[in-house]
């Protein structure tokens, strides 16, 4: 199942991408209870639009000590370590 969110005029919702031709509109999101409507657009008529909003993600690197790590011996070349 591929999710989508689209806009089909000034309307905005979640959706199903169906057969890599239709969008199947659902009331919801996937994030909690949806239902499948029986409202479809050819995928040619809606604008896909971020997944989520805010449509951008903010990550610290930090957070992850085995991805800075790779960081230090990849992108910098080994010139530091994390004890």
Same mark, same amino acid.
Request: proline share 8%.
């Given at each position: ?41 050819? !995928?040619?008529? &809606?604008? /896909?639009?971020?997944?989520? =909003? #805010? ?16 960081? !230090?011996?990849? &992108?910098? /070349?080994?010139?530091?370590? =994390? #004890?």
């Amino acid at each position: 199942m591929k999710w989508c969110r689209s806009q089909v005029g000034d309307r905005v919702s979640y959706g199903i991408v169906e057969d890599e031709a239709r969008v199947t509109e659902v009331s919801g999101t996937p994030f909690e209870t949806y239902t499948v409507t029986t409202t479809t657009y050819p !995928l040619s008529a &809606v604008k /896909l639009l971020g997944p989520v =909003i #805010p449509p951008t993600f903010y990550a610290g690197g930090l957070n992850y000590p085995a991805h800075v790590q790779w960081e !230090l011996e990849t &992108v910098f /070349l080994g010139l530091a370590s =994390i #004890p």
